[in-house]
T-cell receptor, first 112, second 112 residues
Framework: NAGVTQTPKFRVLKTGQSMTLLCAQDMNHEYMYWYRQDPGMGLRLIHYSVGEGTTAKGEVPDGYNVSRLKKQNFLLGLESAAPSQTSVYFC???????????FGEGSRLTVL | KQEVTQIPAALSVPEGENLVLNCSFTDSAIYNLQWFRQDPGKGLTSLLLIQSSQREQTSGRLNASLDKSSGRSTLYIAASQPGDSATYLCAVFGQAGTALIFGKGTTLSVSS
């Protein structure tokens, strides 16, 4: 049972480049989340989804887009990367709204 | 706006010591509170989830308590071991919230 899988684990981008982070979960969870973790700032919610085909903004959504075309996948896109988006990105999922949260291993992104 | 604070930010103890990690939150209207562990370079692992109607939860050497009225939770670790060295994060799910709100964590170092 893989749980929550994130790809890629590491990526270096130049300012202005675009990329997509993929999150896949095999637990049939309805709720999926994207957080970013920065030193001194803790974990902050970027976007979340309450089910297939739905997405919503979190605390820090600017510069990111998301899609949930399939229940098991939640994609996070950066259309034009900026150095301020250098961070570790975590995907998480839960069975219901306030359920136990399961995290992926993280994706470390550096924007030069 | 819900805010979660964890004190201290870092803690060093000798092996075998019993210890307490503290978490406080500003809005007592919560569904639940969750404690996580994060090892360096890894994702978060759920340790304990306390529903708002509960006072405590136990798992092995870990015991988490919740005092919703005062906005406080503690994580008690008995007979600490070097393998307990990690960052411990507290998070709350507010009744009006859409996702967990995290504290910045307490980094624990247990020396042998």
């Amino acid at each position: 049972n893989a749980g929550v899988t994130q790809t890629p684990k590491f990526r270096v981008l130049k300012t202005g480049q675009s990329m997509t982070l993929l999150c896949a979960q095999d637990m049939n969870h309805e709720y999926m989340y994207w957080y970013r973790q920065d030193p001194g700032m803790g974990l902050r919610l970027i976007h979340y989804s309450v089910g297939e085909g739905t997405t919503a903004k979190g605390e820090v959504p600017d510069g990111y887009n998301v899609s949930r075309l399939k229940k098991q996948n939640f994609l996070l896109g950066l259309e034009s990367a900026a150095p301020s988006q250098t961070s570790v990105y975590f995907c998480a999922s839960s069975y219901n709204r306030a359920g136990e949260l399961f995290f992926g291993e993280g994706s470390r992104l550096t924007v030069l | 706006k819900q805010e979660v604070t964890q004190i201290p930010a870092a803690l060093s103890v000798p092996e075998g010591e019993n210890l307490v990690l503290n978490c406080s939150f500003t809005d007592s209207a919560i569904y639940n509170l969750q404690w996580f562990r994060q090892d360096p370079g890894k994702g978060l692992t759920s340790l304990l989830l306390i529903q708002s109607s509960q006072r405590e939860q136990t798992s092995g050497r870990l015991n988490a308590s919740l005092d919703k009225s005062s906005g406080r939770s503690t994580l008690y670790i008995a007979a600490s071991q070097p393998g307990d060295s990690a960052t411990y994060l507290c998070a709350v799910f507010g009744q009006a919230g859409t996702a967990l709100i995290f504290g910045k964590g307490t980094t624990l170092s247990v020396s042998s």
